[in-house]
């Protein structure tokens, strides 16, 4: 028996991408890929030129307030624009008006106990281009870090002596100045210029 029936059947035609739409597709791609990377590279460069200036600047704001504390808390301060250095006690004192060497006796003996010199110096070291600490006979070492240049650096020191010509008694105060640069990454820099004033307080134990 011969079947009249004819199934008919259908088929969908499915067509991939042209070779052209491919090609499109896949330079659109790579564009938005570079656009993105360049831009994520750009923040990670930044983030790290934040984080180098954050720790230049905690260094020097760290060596400043430690200074300012032993200042703020020694007596005999004797500041000068040359190179002499003061080796006596408390009684040696001397005035300034952009020196670069300053020294002060402790007040304690914590650091310089043991000393013939119970004195803690500090000067701007030229060449170096650096902040640094001497405690009493002892070597001078650098405060700040290799990667900050300072550029400048003086002590304003007066009323040393702790009294005027009529005896009046006044308070020992020394002015710290510090400017320099932060060297960043690829070259860049960062200016800064930090200033603190230090009264005399000596301790009383």
């Not at 954050?54 to 032993?70: G, H, K, P, T, W």
């Not at 007596?75 to 020294?103: F, I, P, W």
């Not at 060449?127 to 400048?152: H, M, S, Y």
């Amino acid at each position: 028996m011969i079947n009249q029936f004819k199934q008919k059947r259908t088929y969908k035609i499915h067509q991939g991408f042209s070779l052209i739409e491919l090609l499109v597709s896949m330079a659109l791609f790579t564009v938005v890929l570079i656009i993105g990377v360049g831009a994520l590279m750009v923040l990670i460069n930044a983030n790290a030129k934040a984080q180098n200036i954050q720790e230049s600047v905690s260094n020097i704001q760290f060596a400043l307030d430690s200074m300012a504390r032993e200042i703020r808390t020694g007596n005999g301060y004797y500041c000068t624009t040359g190179t002499d250095e003061a080796s006596g006690d408390h009684t040696q004192v001397k005035d300034c008006n952009k020196g670069r060497y300053l020294s002060i006796v402790e007040g304690g003996k914590s650091l310089t106990q043991g000393n013939n010199n119970r004195r803690i110096a500090y000067r701007y070291n030229a060449t170096a281009k650096a902040v640094e600490r001497k405690i009493g006979n002892g070597g001078w070492i650098r405060l700040t870090d290799p990667g900050v240049t300072i550029t400048e650096m003086h002590f304003n020191v007066a009323n040393s002596a702790g009294r005027d010509d009529l005896g009046n008694t006044l308070q020992p105060n020394a002015t710290i100045y510090i400017s320099g640069q932060i060297t960043g990454i690829d070259d860049t820099s960062t200016d800064f210029t930090i200033q603190t004033t230090v009264t005399q307080r000596t301790l009383d134990l």
